[in-house]
């Protein structure tokens, strides 16, 4: 198997590259690729000061909002942010946004999530103060 693909990655790919290849063949690791590549890439990202982010919105999104999202970003982050636009159309508004493996959720639907918790336990402790207050 590694004559085989030795034979048909040679001159194609750079040696260490396709040694690298050769040796998550025999570990049996090739599946893992997808994860290596994007740990590489995210290691880059962080040498050249820059770093991902996924911006989900319920319908797109004009150059000058992509452009506004980077500048709030960069303010805050410190680093170059390199912007990825989705379009989520079950969104009911707002946006959401993926930095590596942190979720900022700012969409409507979870704003009215947290204000029905909200009022599911500061709601129910007050209307039971309330009703304490009135039997006394």
Do not use: C, W
């Not at 982010?53 to 709030?72: G, L, M, N």
């Amino acid at each position: 198997m590694a004559d085989r693909s030795r034979g048909v990655f040679t001159g194609r790919v750079d040696d260490l590259t396709l040694r690298f290849l050769l040796v998550l063949n025999r570990k049996e690791r090739l599946s893992r690729l997808p994860s290596i590549a994007a740990a590489f890439d995210e290691r880059v990202q962080h040498a050249f000061g820059r770093i991902e982010v996924d911006v989900y919105t319920p319908s797109p999104i004009s150059q000058d909002e992509v452009s506004f999202i980077k500048a709030r970003l960069q303010a805050v982050l410190q680093k170059e942010p390199v912007i990825h636009a989705y379009t989520e159309p079950a969104m009911i508004g707002g946006v959401k946004l993926q930095i590596g493996d942190q979720l900022i959720d700012a969409s409507v639907a979870s704003g009215l999530r947290r204000m029905r918790d909200q009022l599911n336990t500061k709601g129910l402790a007050e209307i039971r103060a309330r009703a304490d207050k009135l039997m006394d």
